[in-house]
């Protein structure tokens, strides 16, 4: 059986910086990507672009340094640019390599079990990313069965569904691009809603996410959240589309969408919804004063001309509690994604209730051997992102060295 140091799981930018990081400390290393190179991009829809300005793509040794640094790289080019990175390191991807399950040795290594040949390492790293498994509500097995449903995963274009109105359920960033793609493509479009912060996308001149750069937002650790399942709230709402705008569920409203509260699911060809929908508005427009705190605190530490900041808009809570199926096509579940990082590793202990790690800097706290990296709030609000996922490989790969 091959030997190797250490095998990298995943051929994303988590794993692609942890081959970088891993090179520079001198550690024989290979990285397994189940398909092909950036294949979570791959899978995107297909007018999916960054919702971070291109400047922050800083993954380490190749920033970003493209002519248009303030725009928003569409998926393929995204992947082009992994692509590029991954030649660029030198990074030995065993591409079309799926792993399928690890195990210990009586020596403290590791069997990986693969859809090649199996492997023996001393250390895993799991860079399988934040986006593993796509998070379906309670209540879904209620819709109709002669209604189509499909997850982010499935979502390609409008015309690729069925004709006819769209319910998309979960407004975080996705839903609320999806719902805004799907109503300019002339589809009538109900979006059930739920909490997530929103902020202008642009600031006195500056993107949204320079602000929460300088503002120390992004480099926010776990213990700053209120409880952990804060880690599983949406970022904040905007888009890089059409060079980017603010979308939030204002916005969307005024557009034409018909907006209504959690999902709770369908009797018969009737949908129902919570009485929440203001709630959920006004959960928003308390993270909104939040961010804009952070940016007098910034405008203040550095001296800068405060920018004209609004307060929010009053917005009329009215929502539709419960609205019949008939003429709808489709329903797309964008509630986000959910840690599935147990099905390759068979160490329950090892992870939360919630499927996250139980780790330090990256390093399990149970499993000797076994690292993270690209996990959302690994060790920082960033750590899952294109802008901090270097810092987090860099760590590891010096623990992974210590360690031999």
């Known amino acids: 059986m091959e030997r190797v140091e250490v095998v990298v799981v995943g051929g994303g930018q988590a794993g692609l910086a942890m081959s970088h990081q891993l090179t520079a400390k001198g550690a024989e290393h290979v990285v397994l990507e189940r398909a092909k190179i950036g294949q979570t991009w791959r899978d995107r829809w297909d007018s999916f672009c960054l919702v971070t300005p291109n400047w922050s793509v800083q993954l380490p040794g190749h920033h970003y340094d493209g002519n248009d ?29 799926g792993v399928r399950a690890l195990k210990r040795t009586p020596d403290g290594g590791f069997i990986v079990e693969t859809s090649a040949d199996d492997l023996q390492a001393g250390s895993v790293v799991l860079a399988t990313g934040a986006y593993q498994r796509p998070y379906v509500p309670e209540g879904a ?3 109709p069965a002669d209604l189509m449903q499909i997850d982010l995963t499935g ?21 609320c691009q999806l ?9 009538e479009v109900t979006l059930s809603c739920g ?12 993107d949204l996410v320079w602000w929460l750069v300088e503002g120390g937002f992004m480099d926010a650790g776990v213990e700053t959240l209120p409880d952990p399942t804060a880690r599983l709230i949406s970022n904040p709402l905007a888009t890089g589309h059409g060079g980017g705008h603010d979308l939030n569920l204002r916005t969307l409203r005024a557009m034409g969408v018909t907006l209504a509260g959690r999902f709770l699911g369908a009797t018969g060809h009737r949908v129902s919804f919570a009485s929440d929908l203001g709630q959920s508005v006004a959960w928003g427009d308390e993270r909104y004063s939040q961010l804009m705190d952070l940016v007098r605190k910034v405008v ?17 809570a009215e929502a539709p509690e419960d609205v019949s199926l008939d003429g709808f096509g489709a329903t797309i579940f964008t509630g986000g994604f959910r840690p599935d990082y147990s099905s390759l590793a068979p160490w329950e202990e090892a992870f939360d209730d919630l499927g996250f790690p139980i780790q ?34 860099a760590i590891v790969a010096q623990a992974i060295s210590e360690r031999r």
């Open 141 to 143: 097995s209620t819709l």
């Open 179 to 187: 719902a805004e793609e799907l109503h300019e493509a002339g589809r």
């Open 300 to 316: 203040k530490e550095q001296g800068l001309e405060m920018p004209e900041v609004h307060e929010p808009e009053p917005f009329d």
């Open 195 to 206: 909490r997530a912060p929103w902020a202008p996308r642009r600031i006195g001149g500056r």
């Open 69 to 97: 640094p303030d725009g928003y790289m569409p998926r393929d080019d995204i992947v082009t640019y992994l692509e590029n990175y991954a030649a660029a390191v030198e990074a030995p991807v065993r591409a079309g390599v």
């Open 155 to 175: 979502y390609r274009n409008p015309a690729a569904l069925p004709d006819g109105k769209v319910l998309v359920i979960g407004s975080g960033q996705s839903g």
């Open 360 to 393: 330090r800097d990256g390093a399990s706290s149970v499993v000797d051997g076994l690292y993270f990296v690209g996990v959302h709030f690994l060790r920082r609000r960033k750590s899952s992102l294109l802008l901090g996922v270097g810092e987090d490989a």
